[in-house]
């Protein structure tokens, strides 16, 4: 069993930055953040393979977001810059055991219980 325990959520201004943290029980998997707004269907923002050196965004947050990882802290991490109202959302980390990068909420295993982020503006 992965467990995931994901922090450093809170409420910022527009524009402003968070860094959300997500510490996993394992570094043997690939990690993704999705979100999921008011209403909404979960989506995708980001996942990283588990050497760190691949990563894929969603266009709604390339050029904002980063994604990375601490193996040696089994830690994940998405920085996000330059919020927008938009990205107000319960940001979840997940697991996916399968080889290939997914943005398909399907294909992850093990899922942390969320933090929220709220942008004003």
């Known amino acids: 069993q992965v467990q995931l325990a994901e922090s450093g959520g809170g409420l910022v201004q527009a524009g402003g930055s968070l860094r959300l943290s997500c510490a996993v029980s394992t570094r043997s998997y690939n990690m993704g953040w999705f979100r999921q707004a008011p209403g909404k269907d979960r989506e995708f923002v980001a996942v990283i393979d588990r050497s760190g050196f691949i990563r894929t965004y969603a266009d709604s947050v390339k050029g904002r977001v980063t994604i990375s990882r601490d193996n040696a802290k089994n830690t994940v991490y998405l920085q996000m810059n330059n919020l927008k109202p938009e990205d107000t959302a319960v940001y979840y980390c997940?697991?996916?055991?399968?080889?290939?990068?997914?943005?398909?909420?399907?294909?992850?295993?093990?899922w942390g219980q969320g933090t929220q982020v709220t942008v004003s503006s």
């Open positions: 997940a697991a996916a055991r399968g080889l290939e990068l997914s943005e398909s909420a399907t294909d992850y295993d093990y």
